[in-house]
């Protein structure tokens, strides 16, 4: 593979991420809209200062407060009706507009079979590539740092702070920023600053996890949640290719 062609590869990769990335924009825009005139908005924007946020945040306290966050059921039933559309459409896009080219045109499930288990045979040979198999621990971190933004960061900071509807508000900025760094590291990939990249999205993460570990939210501070999510977007569209 030629310097051009990777360097195509990963402008490729960009963009695919870039529009994968710009879901978080869409879906939590719908949220925001849906979920900004629930009932639960008041309730929790009052009562933000009887529980600590944050790094001290422990969600039985919260229950124990009476403070668990309730949806009117109309909401809530407009909320999965949009994406359950959303979907479904999707779905439909998919079966209309994509390509459908396959291997085998004629296939039986004999000549399936065959296939899976060369694929499965070649995933394991890569194994054992030393280089392949150091990816394992860092696609491993990743994860759990996704689940630490989508799971800790919002309940613990963003809901708990200013409540339940402005985690589609802040959520946004993670996927605007997610979204144009995927194209900016795409088109890096040719002047090979992997290593560079990865360091600085290191940084970035490490930095925002320090922050949330010495930082009291506050309703009055709520441009911090902005700028950690902003951080935690860039972050993600380095990160996001291993996986």
């Known amino acids: 593979v030629g310097p051009d062609t990777k360097a195509v590869i990963n402008k490729y990769f960009g963009i695919f991420f870039a529009t994968f ?3 978080q924009i869409w879906g939590n825009l719908i949220s925001y809209m849906v979920l900004r005139n629930s009932s639960s908005t008041v309730a929790m924007t009052n009562n933000s200062r ?12 919260q229950k124990g407060m009476n403070r668990s966050i309730v949806v ?3 909401t809530a039933y ?15 896009l998919i079966i209309l507009m994509l390509d459908q080219k396959r291997k085998w045109k004629r296939a039986t499930v004999k000549d399936l079979l065959i296939d899976s288990r060369h694929f499965i045979i070649s995933t394991f040979k890569q194994m054992k590539y030393l280089k392949q198999l150091l990816i394992l621990p860092l696609a491993f971190w990743i994860g759990t740092f996704l689940g630490f933004v989508f799971a800790i ?7 708990c702070t200013l409540g339940l509807p402005f985690v589609g508000l802040i959520m946004i900025t993670y996927g605007i920023t997610a979204s144009i760094f995927s194209v900016i590291v795409g088109c890096l990939g040719k002047y090979n600053l992997r290593v560079p990249c990865y360091i600085f999205a290191a940084l ?13 939210p506050v309703p009055s501070q709520a441009y911090v949640l902005f700028i950690l999510a902003g951080m935690l977007g860039i972050a993600s569209a380095i990160w996001d290719p291993i996986e």
């Open 21 to 23: 990335q710009s879901g």
């Open 50 to 61: 009887e529980l600590q946020c944050g790094a001290q945040f422990a969600e039985y306290k």
């Open 72 to 74: 009117n059921s109309s």
């Open 78 to 92: 407009i909320l999965y009706g949009v994406f359950m559309g959303l979907i479904v459409l999707s779905i439909i």
């Open 153 to 159: 960061f919002t309940s613990s900071f963003i809901t």
């Open 204 to 216: 970035l993460c490490y930095a925002s996890y320090l922050v949330m570990l010495l930082w009291k």
